[in-house]
């Protein structure tokens, strides 16, 4: 893997996509995806259940690489068609950030930790990505 990435989007979301092999991100739009290329690791982290929702979830909600291929359009319904790319989801337990605050480069000693977050995508290190599959007892390699 090259680079890793974290993911914002509702658990629903994200559920939907580990269902099909794909992410998407930012309400579909394609530009931050056409960052990520294959082979890199991507972890996605869900501050809610459900989109909209105020729920307090704050979990990591699913771990994988991206698969070889571009960026692509799918078909939601109702003329939307967001951006999406394949991703090798890996079986893994969904799990709470809070324990991992003081932990995580992108958290640790942060008080606003979660500021970055509503950029929706952003490229974490290699140690936090090993970190968020451990404890969601994922196999990463």
Do not use: C
Request: charged letters at 25%.
């Amino acid at each position: 893997m090259s680079a890793f990435w974290l993911a914002v989007a509702s658990a629903e979301h994200v559920r939907i996509g580990r269902k099909n092999g794909f992410m998407q991100v930012n309400h579909g739009k394609a530009a931050p995806l056409r960052r990520i290329k294959p082979g890199d690791g991507i972890a996605y982290y869900s501050p809610s259940t459900t989109f909209g929702e105020k729920d307090g979830l704050q979990s990591f909600t699913a771990i994988g690489t991206v698969r070889q291929g571009e960026v692509y359009e799918g078909l939601m319904g109702g003329g939307f068609t967001p951006a999406r790319r394949d991703v090798e989801w890996r079986a893994a337990m969904e799990a709470p950030i809070k324990p991992l605050l003081d932990r995580l480069d992108f958290t640790a000693g942060k008080p606003n930790w979660g500021y970055q977050l509503r950029f929706g995508l952003f490229e974490i290190s290699e140690r936090d990505f090993r970190l968020i599959g451990e404890a969601m007892e994922a196999r990463v390699a």
